[in-house]
Protein backbone atom coordinates (compact mmCIF):
# COMPACT_ATOMS: atom_id res chain seq x y z
CA UNK A 1 0.00 0.00 0.00
CA UNK A 2 1.13 3.42 -0.89
CA UNK A 3 2.13 6.11 1.78
CA UNK A 4 -0.27 8.58 2.20
CA UNK A 5 -0.45 11.40 0.77
CA UNK A 6 1.87 14.45 2.10
CA UNK A 7 4.31 11.84 3.46
CA UNK A 8 4.94 8.56 4.94
CA UNK A 9 3.37 9.82 8.07
CA UNK A 10 3.88 11.03 11.88
CA UNK A 11 5.97 8.36 13.19
CA UNK A 12 8.56 7.78 10.31
CA UNK A 13 11.57 10.37 10.72
CA UNK A 14 13.31 10.30 7.32
CA UNK A 15 17.03 10.31 6.85
CA UNK A 16 18.29 12.47 4.42
CA UNK A 17 22.19 11.59 4.01
CA UNK A 18 23.84 13.48 1.10
CA UNK A 19 25.64 11.66 -1.47
CA UNK A 20 29.57 11.53 -1.39
CA UNK A 21 31.00 14.96 -3.35
CA UNK A 22 33.41 14.42 -5.89
CA UNK A 23 36.66 14.07 -4.10
CA UNK A 24 37.84 17.42 -5.48
CA UNK A 25 35.25 18.94 -3.20
CA UNK A 26 37.70 18.29 -0.12
CA UNK A 27 40.64 20.42 -1.52
CA UNK A 28 38.49 23.87 -1.77
CA UNK A 29 39.66 26.43 0.41
CA UNK A 30 38.15 27.93 3.37
CA UNK A 31 37.63 31.58 2.05
CA UNK A 32 34.02 33.49 0.67
CA UNK A 33 31.46 31.13 -0.51
CA UNK A 34 28.04 31.33 -2.21
CA UNK A 35 24.81 29.70 -3.20
CA UNK A 36 22.63 30.83 -5.67
CA UNK A 37 18.64 28.88 -6.68
CA UNK A 38 16.18 29.31 -8.69
CA UNK A 39 12.79 27.03 -8.00
CA UNK A 40 9.60 26.68 -10.11
CA UNK A 41 6.83 29.21 -8.39
CA UNK A 42 4.22 26.92 -10.43
CA UNK A 43 5.34 23.97 -8.71
CA UNK A 44 5.44 25.45 -5.40
CA UNK A 45 1.86 27.26 -6.13
CA UNK A 46 -0.01 25.09 -7.89
CA UNK A 47 -2.68 22.89 -6.13
CA UNK A 48 -2.04 19.17 -6.35
CA UNK A 49 -1.39 17.06 -8.08
CA UNK A 50 0.68 19.50 -10.58
CA UNK A 51 2.25 21.28 -7.42
CA UNK A 52 2.57 21.73 -3.84
CA UNK A 53 -0.23 24.40 -3.29
CA UNK A 54 1.96 26.40 -0.98
CA UNK A 55 2.75 30.34 -1.01
CA UNK A 56 6.24 30.94 -2.90
CA UNK A 57 7.00 33.41 0.02
CA UNK A 58 6.63 30.47 2.54
CA UNK A 59 9.13 28.55 1.14
CA UNK A 60 11.39 31.34 0.63
CA UNK A 61 11.61 32.79 3.84
CA UNK A 62 12.16 29.06 5.17
CA UNK A 63 15.37 28.83 2.59
CA UNK A 64 16.24 32.06 4.03
CA UNK A 65 15.86 31.28 7.52
CA UNK A 66 18.13 27.91 6.78
CA UNK A 67 20.84 29.69 5.51
CA UNK A 68 21.22 32.42 7.82
CA UNK A 69 20.98 29.53 10.65
CA UNK A 70 24.28 28.30 8.98
CA UNK A 71 25.91 31.81 8.84
CA UNK A 72 25.35 32.96 5.53
CA UNK A 73 23.73 36.30 4.43
CA UNK A 74 21.44 37.59 1.88
CA UNK A 75 23.36 39.53 -0.94
CA UNK A 76 21.01 39.27 -3.48
CA UNK A 77 17.19 37.38 -4.35
CA UNK A 78 17.88 34.21 -4.43
CA UNK A 79 21.94 34.46 -3.65
CA UNK A 80 23.44 34.08 -0.35
CA UNK A 81 26.87 34.24 0.67
CA UNK A 82 28.91 33.30 3.78
CA UNK A 83 32.47 34.18 4.91
CA UNK A 84 35.14 31.44 6.27
CA UNK A 85 33.47 28.23 4.80
CA UNK A 86 35.12 25.48 2.87
CA UNK A 87 33.65 24.41 0.14
CA UNK A 88 32.73 21.15 1.25
CA UNK A 89 31.00 22.59 3.98
CA UNK A 90 28.87 25.01 1.41
CA UNK A 91 27.93 21.40 -0.27
CA UNK A 92 26.01 19.92 3.04
CA UNK A 93 24.60 23.13 2.90
CA UNK A 94 23.37 23.14 -0.25
CA UNK A 95 22.42 19.35 0.42
CA UNK A 96 20.07 20.76 3.60
CA UNK A 97 18.24 22.89 1.66
CA UNK A 98 16.35 19.20 1.13
CA UNK A 99 14.87 19.56 4.46
CA UNK A 100 12.87 22.54 4.04
CA UNK A 101 9.10 21.37 4.50
CA UNK A 102 7.08 20.05 3.49
CA UNK A 103 9.44 17.61 2.84
CA UNK A 104 10.36 17.09 -1.04
CA UNK A 105 9.27 20.89 -1.78
CA UNK A 106 12.55 21.47 -2.71
CA UNK A 107 13.81 18.54 -4.66
CA UNK A 108 11.45 18.85 -6.85
CA UNK A 109 10.89 23.30 -7.41
CA UNK A 110 14.20 23.20 -7.71
CA UNK A 111 15.16 24.37 -11.50
CA UNK A 112 19.25 25.58 -10.51
CA UNK A 113 20.93 25.11 -7.42
CA UNK A 114 24.61 26.30 -8.07
CA UNK A 115 27.91 27.61 -5.36
CA UNK A 116 30.41 29.54 -6.52
CA UNK A 117 33.92 30.82 -4.91
CA UNK A 118 34.40 34.51 -4.35
CA UNK A 119 38.29 34.62 -4.39
CA UNK A 120 38.52 37.94 -3.94
CA UNK A 121 36.67 40.51 -2.83
CA UNK A 122 37.21 43.28 -6.01
CA UNK A 123 35.02 40.31 -8.27
CA UNK A 124 31.87 41.61 -6.27
CA UNK A 125 31.71 44.85 -8.05
CA UNK A 126 28.72 46.34 -6.88
CA UNK A 127 29.43 49.67 -5.58
CA UNK A 128 31.94 50.14 -8.58
CA UNK A 129 29.10 49.95 -11.11
CA UNK A 130 26.62 51.80 -9.46
CA UNK A 131 26.31 55.80 -10.96
CA UNK A 132 28.86 57.41 -9.42
CA UNK A 133 30.62 54.36 -8.53
CA UNK A 134 34.41 53.65 -10.47
CA UNK A 135 32.94 51.83 -13.56
CA UNK A 136 30.19 54.85 -13.73
CA UNK A 137 31.33 58.11 -12.65
CA UNK A 138 29.18 59.67 -14.78
CA UNK A 139 25.90 59.56 -16.85
CA UNK A 140 25.58 57.79 -20.37
CA UNK A 141 22.38 59.63 -21.31
CA UNK A 142 19.11 61.52 -19.83
CA UNK A 143 18.09 59.57 -16.51
CA UNK A 144 15.61 60.60 -14.43
CA UNK A 145 16.52 63.59 -11.62
CA UNK A 146 16.13 61.77 -8.36
CA UNK A 147 18.45 58.93 -9.74
CA UNK A 148 21.54 60.76 -9.78
CA UNK A 149 23.85 60.99 -6.84
CA UNK A 150 24.54 64.82 -5.76
CA UNK A 151 28.88 63.78 -6.59
CA UNK A 152 27.94 62.97 -10.31
CA UNK A 153 28.41 65.77 -13.02
CA UNK A 154 25.01 66.53 -14.37
CA UNK A 155 22.60 69.31 -15.63
CA UNK A 156 19.09 70.05 -15.48
CA UNK A 157 17.18 68.57 -19.25
CA UNK A 158 16.15 71.56 -20.80
CA UNK A 159 12.39 70.67 -21.89
CA UNK A 160 12.47 68.56 -18.36
CA UNK A 161 13.15 68.95 -15.10
CA UNK A 162 12.83 65.70 -13.84
CA UNK A 163 15.62 64.82 -16.15
CA UNK A 164 19.29 65.21 -16.17
CA UNK A 165 21.92 64.83 -18.52
Known amino acids: ?31 EWGIAFDLSTRIMQDPPPDGWGVNRSTIYARIARELRRHGYYHAQYSVYNRQNVSGLGVYLDMCALRAIEPAGIFSTAVRRLQMFHIDHHTMIVTNEMRLGGN ?18 PSAPHPLDPNWCW
Open 1 to 31: MPPPPGGPGPNVQLVQAPMPPAAFIFLLPID
Open 135 to 152: LATHLTGTTPANLVPNHV
